[in-house]
């Protein structure tokens, strides 16, 4: 039996939102999750350690 929260909406994902997601995680080699606001919005980067940081930032600064 699943509650209905009645406050919660659920926000599908706008699909170009995913396509690009989809494509930086290709590039990055990681998660990647992109929140958008009314205003901008954000890019989440996951890595899991330091040796993931740095190889995201060696390929972000690749792409300049």
């Not at 994902?13 to 205003?39: F, H």
């Not at 901008?40 to 980067?45: L, Q």
């Amino acid at each position: 039996n699943m509650s209905i929260l009645p406050n919660k909406k659920i926000k599908e994902k706008d699909p170009n939102l995913a396509s690009l997601e989809e494509e930086l995680r290709g590039i990055l080699g990681t998660k990647v999750k992109i929140m958008q606001s009314k205003k901008g919005g954000k890019i989440e980067i996951e890595f899991y350690s330091n040796n993931d940081l740095e190889k995201i930032v060696t390929r972000l600064k690749s792409n300049r």
